[in-house]
């Protein structure tokens, strides 16, 4: 990485408040040669009418914040249900809003000089989820390249971000407990060898729904919400002898 940016990522890590934190990566932003940015995050809250509190930092044009709002585009942006479902950035082509529902978002947020850029998910706790995108006017295709070329930046730029954001409105998840029953770590190696419910019941002499039993309490103690993830976790904390 240039040190350059290696400072200023430090920079935007220690921001000492959601105000100087907005600006440090408006500069960022700047700096990897785009005009605007996105940052949000939506978390599991049971407090709230619909189970979600959202947080947000931008310097998208608020007028085209509150059309994308009012017009629930969220529901149609490809690149928001990419937040949803991947992890790897994503540069804006035009071929990412092929479909016509999202062509004709794309072509209101042309208008506000939001239309080449690369949306960045990010790696959150549980159910919660996070993204951060930034653009620029100008074809998506024909600044692809500057996009690519900005990605490794982007991405990065994205968790230093998020980093500040948990710090800052002091959302750091408690510590769960990630102490295993022998009967659960048992269940949880022979997952991880890619054996199915059925057969690890038969190894270990128990019935099938006590097997499940086991593994969603696994799952939970992880924090993990599929299979795929709860074995990525349990190599993570040395949980599966490999």
Known sequence: MDIHFHEHFLKVLNAPST???RDLVQQAVEMLGFQHYMYLLSLQ???QPDGQRIFSLATYPAEWIEIYTANRYYLIDPAASHIRQHHY??????ETFRSPKAAKMYAEARRFGISAGVTCPIVTQHK???GFGYAKAGDADECFSDSVRSMPYG???ASYMHEAVLRLLELHPAPRNKELTPREAQCLNLAALGINDGEIAERLGMNIRTVRFHLSNVREKL???????M??????INAIGL
């Open 231 to 236: 074995i990525a976790r349990g190599i993570e």
């Open 19 to 21: 105000d100087a934190l």
């Open 128 to 130: 919660d989820i996070a």
């Open 89 to 94: 950035p994503l540069p804006w082509c035009n």
């Open 45 to 47: 809250d049971r407090s």
């Open 155 to 157: 991405h990065l730029l």
């Open 223 to 229: 924090g993990a919400s599929t299979r795929t993830q």
